[in-house]
């Protein structure tokens, strides 16, 4: 006697047909998922089950069972249930230890919370680190991960900021210089104490780790938006006073035909009563700032993040040069000048002139010579961070 046809009779749209075809093909699905969407493409097809079963060696009884499930619960059927599994040894009052214990400062002397320290505080409950780790993982809970944040509000203030900042980059005032101003604060002065040795065929540069540290020192830049072109000048103070006399420098050595704006953030030298005053005595300096946490909307900025640790990485690749062929203190100033498409100021020699190449009758000429800066203290010829102003811009 023939036995009949199964019940189940198994029809698929395009979608799920196409969703248990990329099941199969998908190299790393798990073979039990693969056998059981092929049952079902099998079945949609027309196959018997027992036809079914001799193709993909397995029983009868396990055709009929996926083909029964697919047709009342469709694709998440073919998918294993959740199972019981071994009683848990830990309950939820040692989860929530872990997770206190985890989302707390960690202890003094300690960055960050790790499986070890964790399994140390709860070391009255016998758990182990890397259980205290299987629980935080089933929490999505990683202590040992950071990531930077900014609470920045997001209002109207700050996009009309943003804006006034942009506007002035594309649409400058007539007659007009812009530059944007920043300070970078402790940098490091070394070098290192062996020269790079240069490539081979078949074998890399080599590198000495060893350096020598110099010191600190801090610098104040303007960078000239039209040319690109940047001058520095080292500083001993972050204050009213330095800033203000890098202003008049710059309002010397800059044609008196031109205006002169400037974009800076909001650091306190730049906000101060007296800076602000020293402004206002100036009537050709005008001033954006730039919003609040949004010192990337500043060019000078973002020169000191790409450009100059280039240059300071470059230079300390290789000692000094002998002490008969130093520079002299004023050559030793950093100036820059156009940069090349997509690389950013360059770095030039002091020998060459840092002014830009000639350029279109519109765009603003680059400044002239900086007059020298009054020392705050004694010149010391030892002392090779103390520089003199940059002579050209």
């Avoid at 198994?10 to 056998?35: M, N, W, Y």
């Avoid at 109207?156 to 804006?163: C, E, K, L, S």
């Avoid at 970078?184 to 540290?213: C, D, H, M, S």
């Avoid at 300096?285 to 949004?294: L, Q, R």
């Amino acid at each position: 006697m023939t036995r009949s046809a199964s019940r189940d009779i198994v029809v698929l749209g395009s979608r799920r047909k196409a969703k248990l075809e990329a099941i199969v093909r998908r190299a790393f699905s798990p073979q039990a998922l693969v056998r059981r969407a092929r049952i079902v493409l099998l079945a949609h097809a027309g196959w018997p089950d027992a036809q079914i079963a001799a193709e993909l060696g397995c029983a009868v009884n396990t055709v009929r069972t996926w083909r029964r499930r697919f047709v009342r619960y469709r694709v998440p059927a073919l998918c294993d249930r959740p199972r019981s599994g071994r009683p848990e040894v830990y309950g939820p009052d040692v989860r929530l230890r872990i997770v206190a214990a985890a989302t707390s400062i960690p202890p003094e002397g300690t960055s960050a919370w790790t499986h070890a320290l964790i399994a140390g505080q709860l070391a009255g409950t016998g758990i182990s680190a890397s259980q205290a780790g299987r629980i935080l993982a089933d929490l999505e809970l990683r202590p040992h991960r950071v990531r930077g944040w900014l609470n920045r509000a997001d209002d109207g203030q700050f996009w009309a900021q943003a804006a006034a900042v942009c506007d002035v980059y594309l649409r400058p005032p007539p007659n007009t210089v812009v530059i944007c101003i920043d300070e970078k604060t402790g940098i490091q002065a070394k070098y290192r104490r062996y020269p790079e040795r240069p490539p081979r065929p078949g074998r890399l540069a080599r590198r000495e780790f060893e350096y020598v540290r110099n010191g600190t020192v801090s610098i104040i830049a303007a960078l000239h938006v039209a040319t690109g072109q940047v001058v520095t000048e080292p500083i001993d103070r972050n204050d009213s006073v330095t800033f203000t006399g890098f202003l008049h420098r710059l309002n010397q050595c800059i044609d008196p035909r031109l205006g002169i704006h400037i974009v800076m953030d909001n650091g306190s030298s730049h906000t101060s009563r007296a800076t602000r005053a020293w402004i206002a005595a100036h009537p050709r300096i005008s001033v954006t700032y730039t919003p609040k946490h949004a010192s990337w909307l500043d060019m000078a900025e973002l020169w000191f993040i790409w450009s100059l640790p280039g240059h300071c990485c470059a230079a300390a690749s290789s000692p000094p040069a002998p002490a008969s062929s130093r520079r002299s203190p004023a050559s030793r100033s950093a100036t820059t000048g156009q940069p090349g498409p997509g690389n950013g100021p360059t770095t030039r020699e002091p020998t060459t002139r840092g002014s830009a190449p000639a350029t279109a009758a519109s765009t603003p000429p680059p400044l002239n010579r900086l007059p020298p800066r009054p020392s705050r203290r004694p010149s010391n010829s030892n002392d090779h961070h103390q520089t003199e102003p940059i002579k050209d811009f």
